[in-house]
């Protein structure tokens, strides 16, 4: 168990390669797969669509997420860390399932224009 921010800092000095690597490619790849399914969505469909002032700009998208996901893996190997799936099964559990349903957003928004399913999807993850 990590008591301490030293040992946190320890543990992320010398980390699991492996085990790190699997935890930050693993969320990148799905939202990367998601994302290259509706890329022409994005460029059409999106595009036309009312949104507000506040709107972020389209170029601001991809680095976020990117970052966003890599952290959504760095979290999960910092629990990981605390036992493996043997003692931390309900939180990397909790997390794989908020995982799929963040990442079935995109194809239900971008993709499938189902904005009713996307907003229950974001409801429940």
């Known amino acids: 168990m990590i008591a ?3 040992e946190l800092i320890q543990h992320l000095a010398t980390p699991d390669w492996k085990s790190l690597a699997i935890a930050v490619i693993l969320p990148l790849i799905g939202g990367g797969l998601g994302s290259v399914a509706v890329a022409n969505n994005i460029n059409t ?24 996901y890599a952290m959504m893996g760095l979290a999960s190997y910092l629990v990981w860390l605390e036992g493996g799936f043997e003692h931390q099964a309900v939180p990397l559990g909790v997390y794989g ?3 799929l349903l963040n ?7 971008f993709g499938a224009h189902r904005l009713d399913l996307a907003t229950a999807d974001i409801i429940g993850g």
């Open 103 to 109: 990442i079935l957003w995109t194809p239900l928004f």
């Open 4 to 6: 301490s921010p030293s």
């Open 45 to 68: 469909w999106y595009r036309g669509i009312n949104k507000p002032s506040w709107n972020p700009p389209d170029w601001l998208f991809g680095p976020v997420w990117t970052a966003l």
């Open 97 to 99: 399932l908020q995982l």
